[in-house]
């Protein structure tokens, strides 16, 4: 498990100091940093496009140069459930809702209150956790490392633990005396690095696939006058053929 918290902890303290934490409102200060370490590789590297260009970039439908290849590794570890198209969006919708001078993103040519795809977010200068910019880029630039051991510690008995909850409210719980501790799990050294071999595949098993899928597709029936038999579309189904199957799915087009 990569540890994709432990880069940002100088700013992640800076924004959660008590003058600044009331101002940003449902957002959790990891979250700005996800989200900013995001639109930082796309004012690099994708300059002058909409904030929706970074979703085909994480998920591999867009390539890029080839040399980019560990940061997007990287940039999609750290940010975590932030890289995913609907988290993404809420959270930018919260985001462009902060105080001006508390962002280091700032949306241009947004018609509404909420961002677009087309919205193409610029770098500004702030005064709060002001060497942001190039803790980006300089992060982006490593591999982000194993995690050797768990943050979290066992509670001792009868002391009180405070949560924070997603609507920012705080929530105390206080463990009873009589607990009894479970002994702490072991630590296991974290890999420096895994090797990942390819999986050969023949035609012989893309012809399989193919079949399989050919057979499981179930074309409705439809009746004389040219309608399903549930009458809900006059389209005929056209399924592709095996071949095409097979074809697309080798990379023949």
């Known amino acids: 498990m990569r540890d994709t918290r432990a880069w940002s902890k100088s700013l ?62 990287t940039l999609r570890e750290l940010m975590g459930p932030l890289a ?17 001078q508390l962002r280091g993103f700032e949306p241009c040519d947004m018609p509404g209150h909420k961002p677009e795809l087309s919205t193409v ?14 803790l980006y880029r300089q992060t982006l630039q490593k591999i982000a490392p194993y ?15 405070f949560f924070e909850r997603a609507d920012g409210s705080r929530e105390q719980i206080r463990v009873p005396k009589t607990l009894i501790p479970a002994p702490a799990p072991a630590v296991l050294p974290a890999a420096a690095s895994r090797a990942q071999e390819s999986i050969p595949l023949t035609q012989e098993d893309f012809q399989w696939a193919a079949d399989r899928s050919t057979r499981s597709w179930k074309p409705i029936r439809r009746s004389k006058t040219g309608t399903s038999s549930n009458g809900s579309s006059r389209w005929k189904p056209c ?8 074809s697309a799915i080798s990379g023949g087009g």
């Open 239 to 246: 399924w592709p053929t095996t071949t095409k199957v097979i």
């Open 147 to 161: 995690q050797t051991a768990s943050p979290y510690r066992p509670a001792p008995p009868g002391s009180v633990c």
């Open 12 to 73: 992640v303290k800076e924004l959660a100091d008590d003058s600044v934490r009331p101002l940003l409102g449902p957002l959790r200060p990891w979250e700005i940093c996800a989200l900013e370490v995001g639109l930082s590789f796309l004012d690099d590297h994708l300059p002058g496009r909409g904030v929706g260009a970074l979703w085909p970039v994480l998920s591999g439908y867009m390539r890029l140069d080839e040399d980019l290849g560990p940061q997007i590794r």
């Open 84 to 100: 995913k198209t609907g988290t993404m969006r809420e959270k930018l919708d919260q985001y462009v809702k902060l105080p001006a």
């Open 121 to 134: 977010f610029t770098r500004r200068p702030t005064p709060y956790a002001a060497g942001r910019h190039d």
